[in-house]
C-alpha cells in the first residue's frame, strides 16, 4: 500500500492562528480524503481533494474554515484558519489502497493539534 | 443520515479468548465494510475488509457480513494483549454521484488481559 507521510506530527497553536497540514503520498492518487478525529470520537470526513478542481466539502466543513490545496497527484495540504480550542483534534490524511470506489483507505500517521 | 454504531466497550477478555466485536449500520446500500485497529495515539490501520455476506477468514481475524440484518462483526481468535485497542468498524457505500466515502462508527475497544 501507499506509503503516507503527514507533516506536522503535532503542533500546538494559538487561537486565531493557522495551521496548514502537508500530506505527501509515494504514489498517484486521484483522491486525497482529509478526516478529523476529535478526542474520544471517531473519523469524521472534511473533505475529498481531487487534483484540477475544488475540493469537495462534508456537511458542516466549509472552504473558509479548512482550506485544501491539491497541486499534483502526489501532494495536499489542509489549512486550519482562524482556530478555536474546539480545533484541537489529530487530522488525517487518507487514499485509496487501489484506484476503486470499493478499495480500503489506508492513512497516514496524522497531525495531532492542540489549540491554547 | 448514514450511520454506523458500535458498543463502545471496553470489551474485556482473557488472552486465548475468542474476542468478537459488532456493527451494525443503517444504509441499506452499503457495499462494502472494513475494520479498522486504532492504538491509542495512533492512526487506524486497516486489519481486513468484506464485500459479500458471509465469513473470510485472515489469520486469526473472521469477518463476518450479514447485509440481511445489516451487522458486519469481527471475531478475533486467540486474544493476545497486543490485541488491545480500538476497532473501528466503517462503511462505504455505493455511489451515485461518482465518488464514495467511508463512515466509521465511533469505536470498540478492546482489552486482552494476560
Known amino acids: 500500500s501507499a506509503v503516507i507521510s503527514q507533516k506536522p506530527s503535532r503542533d500546538i497553536c494559538q487561537r486565531g492562528t493557522s495551521l496548514t497540514i502537508q500530506c505527501q503520498v509515494d504514489?498517484?492518487?486521484?483522491?486525497m480524503f482529509w478526516y478529523r478525529q476529535q478526542p474520544g470520537q471517531s473519523l469524521t470526513l472534511i473533505a475529498t481533494?481531487?487534483?484540477?478542481?475544488?475540493?469537495?466539502?462534508e456537511s458542516g466543513f466549509v472552504i473558509d474554515k479548512f482550506p485544501i490545496s491539491r497541486p499534483n497527484l502526489t501532494f495536499s495540504t489542509l489549512t486550519v484558519s482562524n482556530m478555536s480550542p474546539e480545533d484541537s483534534s489529530i487530522y488525517l490524511c487518507?487514499?485509496?489502497?487501489?484506484?476503486?470506489?470499493?478499495?480500503?483507505?489506508?492513512f497516514g500517521n496524522g497531525t495531532r493539534l492542540t489549540v491554547t | 443520515q448514514k450511520e454506523v454504531e458500535q458498543n463502545s466497550g471496553p470489551l474485556s477478555v482473557p488472552e486465548g479468548a475468542i474476542a468478537s466485536l459488532n456493527c451494525t449500520y443503517s444504509?441499506?446500500?452499503?457495499?462494502?465494510f472494513f475494520w479498522y485497529r486504532q492504538y491509542s495515539g495512533k492512526s487506524p490501520e486497516l486489519i481486513m475488509f468484506i464485500y459479500s455476506n458471509g465469513d473470510k477468514e485472515d489469520g486469526r481475524f473472521t469477518a463476518q457480513l450479514n447485509k440481511a440484518s445489516q451487522y458486519v462483526s469481527l471475531l478475533i481468535r486467540d486474544s493476545q494483549p497486543s490485541d488491545s485497542a480500538t476497532y473501528l468498524c466503517a462503511v462505504n457505500l455505493m455511489p451515485f454521484s461518482g465518488y464514495s466515502t467511508l463512515t466509521f462508527g465511533k469505536g470498540t475497544m478492546l482489552l486482552v488481559s494476560p
Open positions: 504514489s498517484q492518487v486521484t483522491m
Open positions: 444504509d441499506r446500500g452499503s457495499q462494502s
Open positions: 487518507s487514499v485509496r489502497e487501489a484506484p476503486y470506489f470499493n478499495s480500503p483507505l489506508h
Open positions: 481533494a481531487n487534483q484540477g478542481s475544488e475540493a469537495t466539502y
